[in-house]
């Protein structure tokens, strides 16, 4: 059986996408979600469908080592970022490595890297009045948005597009192919 622990930090769509495409798979479960916000939405979408949901501090990433210690006590031997903003420690990436995936709510290498999330995504995707985006799966690395990519998908944008259109729309995206993705990498690579 293959663990996967999720990160996440806030409303957890994604991460909600990703428990219930592995609820009931035979080879493949979702056992732990990880978060460093306490009362992020996502903890509640991770407790709902019994999955264990324990919060995390900077330090626990970064110093003391205990986010490693909970992968470990887990079993957990791949990770998925969904709306996860901090930056993956070497620590995490050379415990798990190209095993940890990313989902990205554009088409890297364009509009990556640190402070690029979410709708100061799409805002400059709209600013640059671009015809076409889309998302990013990718392996993590120690450096924000430049793992290997592993999949995209593109969604065309209309001039009258709003951010928030090109994010409901590049959200669609995410949701139809993050948990399918993954399940083929898992099956492929582990």
């Given at each position: 059986?293959?663990?996967?622990?999720?990160?996440?930090?806030?409303?957890?769509?994604?991460?909600?996408?990703?428990?219930?495409?592995?609820?009931?798979?035979?080879?493949?479960?979702?056992?732990?979600?990880?978060?460093?916000?306490?009362?992020?939405?996502?903890?509640?979408?991770?407790?709902?469908?019994?999955?264990?949901?324990?919060?995390?501090?900077?330090?626990?990433?970064?110093?003391?080592?205990?986010?490693?210690?909970?992968?470990?006590?887990?079993?957990?031997?791949?990770?998925?970022?969904?709306?996860?903003?901090?930056?993956?420690?070497?620590?995490?990436?050379?415990?798990?490595?190209?095993?940890?995936v990313n989902i990205h709510p554009a088409l890297l290498p364009k509009y990556g890297g640190k402070g690029m999330y979410g709708m100061n995504v799409h805002r400059a995707v709209k600013e640059a009045a671009e015809a076409v985006s889309g998302m990013t799966i990718h392996l993590v690395n120690e450096k924000y948005d430049e793992g290997k990519v592993l999949f995209q998908a593109t969604t065309d944008l209309e001039p009258a597009d709003a951010p928030e259109d090109i994010a409901a729309k590049v959200l669609a995206l995410e949701h139809r192919h993050y948990p399918q993705v993954i399940q083929t990498y898992i099956e492929n690579n582990l």
């Open positions: 059986m293959h663990k996967i622990a999720v990160f996440a930090s806030g409303s957890g769509s994604n991460a909600r996408k990703i428990f219930e495409h592995f609820k009931d798979h035979p080879e493949i479960s979702v056992t732990l979600l990880l978060s460093n916000k306490p009362n992020a939405p996502v903890m509640q979408h991770a407790k709902d469908m019994r999955i264990p949901a324990l919060s995390f501090t900077r330090e626990d990433l970064y110093e003391n080592g205990r986010v490693l210690d909970l992968l470990r006590e887990f079993k957990i031997d791949f990770i998925a970022l969904a709306g996860f903003l901090w930056l993956v420690p070497h620590s995490l990436t050379s415990a798990y490595p190209d095993r940890i």
